[in-house]
């Protein structure tokens, strides 16, 4: 099985935002089940056992401490059943922001096109004009006095 080092890099801001999460026990013989495309990110943590599992065509044996993460536009399937008791952690969450796979060197998104796509201050969004407010520092309420407590 191949141990493919790659990184995915997520454009931030806006952060990705969590879906859902949940705990699995396989059974000796059980199986991740095959899913093609499912439009979301699977990070899969492994805490005992070993998942046997392929995306496209690189296949994983994950173990006991160590991480995967699916990604939302390919095909994940069963390598292998497994041969002990596999316990893991699931995470699915998505992002609206870009997101690209490298092999080695770090991947940057332009940052004037990202920074005009994301951020909404009224300086950046390439829209809106921009407005000053005056805001008084202190404001004071007209109205009642207060009278101190009597001793």
């Not at 199986?31 to 496209?56: A, T």
């Not at 940052?111 to 969004?125: A, G, K, V």
């Amino acid at each position: 099985m191949t141990l493919n080092s790659s990184y995915i890099h997520l454009a931030a801001p806006p952060f990705p935002y969590f879906l859902e999460c949940g705990r699995t026990v396989y059974l000796p013989g059980d199986q991740h089940p095959n899913r093609s495309r499912m439009g979301k990110f699977d990070l899969i943590i492994v805490e005992q056992g070993c998942l046997h599992i392929g995306e496209e065509h690189t296949e994983w044996a994950v173990g006991a401490g160590h991480t995967l993460l699916l990604l939302p536009d390919r095909y994940h399937y069963s390598v292998q059943p497994c041969e002990a008791e596999t316990i893991f952690t699931w995470v699915h969450f998505h992002t609206v922001g870009e997101w690209t796979e490298s092999a080695g060197e770090p991947v940057y998104a332009d940052r004037e096109t990202h920074f005009r796509q994301f951020l909404t201050h009224p300086l950046y969004h390439p829209y809106s004009p921009v407005r000053t407010a005056t805001c008084p520092l202190r404001t004071e309420r007209p109205g009642r006095a207060v009278a101190a407590a009597e001793p």
